[in-house]
């Protein structure tokens, strides 16, 4: 059974462009969460689909936006970088009925 | 609102030493609480998980965690350390209607030989 996947490993953009991270849930599972993990700290919900609409998100402006597919994969999509933006974004995803979160590898992006 | 509070954010031990990581909780509804695990340069990798049920659960690598209600503590521990559990350890919580996790500052586990 193939895991989260997430694409690309690393990116580096110049503040004020804007990056498109992509992620491949585990097969079976409906739910993707996003997380923002800056260097040192615990990771920081961005924001959850299900069915292909947002079901929640946290407390991060709206140049942070994303999608679901009809195939559960999903973006997360951020405009006009800013430097605090420089982080490990985590893609994780959720079994059916459950609760519990699996995550892919990151993506660790660099903004200069 | 949840939030997690992971009391050490460095613990260091020896080698087949017994460790304890600290977690504590708080939360208005049902909760569920995990444990993670990260290496460096990697995603988070689950250890454990509390849903419901005995309140003392096992995962991966030998670890396992208690859930107690009435001191909001869900502590991880190992009968016996390797150099291989060095890692970034995080605690975790969800809610009941609400999937998205909280996390705790995590805590830095450095086993020594």
């Known amino acids: 059974e193939t895991g989260v996947t997430q694409s690309p490993t690393h990116l580096i953009k110049t503040r004020g462009q804007q990056v498109t991270l992509r992620c491949s849930s585990q097969?079976?599972?409906?739910?993707v969460s996003w997380y923002q993990q800056a260097l040192g700290q615990g990771p920081q919900f961005i924001f959850q689909?299900?069915?292909?609409?947002?079901?929640g998100r946290g407390n991060f402006p709206p140049r942070f936006s994303g999608l679901q597919f009809p195939n559960y994969s999903s973006e997360l999509n951020v405009n006009a970088l800013e430097l605090d933006d420089s982080a490990l974004y985590l893609c994780?995803?959720?079994?059916?009925?459950?609760?519990?979160?699996?995550f892919g590898p990151g993506t660790r992006l660099t903004v200069t | 609102a949840q939030s997690v509070t992971q009391l050490d954010s460095q613990v260091p031990v020896f080698e087949e030493a017994p460790v304890e990581l600290r977690c504590n909780y708080s939360?208005?509804?049902?909760?569920?609480l995990f444990w993670y695990v990260q290496y460096p340069n990697q995603g988070l990798q689950l250890l454990l998980k509390?849903?419901?049920?005995?309140?003392l659960v096992k995962g991966i690598n030998g670890f396992e965690a208690e859930f107690n209600k009435s001191q909001t503590s869900f502590h991880l521990r190992k009968p016996s350390v390797h150099i291989s559990d060095t890692a970034e350890y995080f605690c975790?919580?969800?809610?009941?209607?609400?999937?998205?996790?909280?996390f705790g500052s995590g805590t830095r586990l450095q086993v020594q030989p």
């Open positions: 994780a995803s959720t079994p059916k009925n459950s609760y519990e979160q699996y």
């Open positions: 097969s079976g599972h409906n739910t």
């Open positions: 689909y299900y069915r292909e609409e947002e079901n």
């Open positions: 939360s208005s509804v049902s909760v569920y």
């Open positions: 509390y849903l419901s049920g005995s309140t």
């Open positions: 975790a919580s969800g809610a009941e209607g609400r999937r998205a996790l909280t």
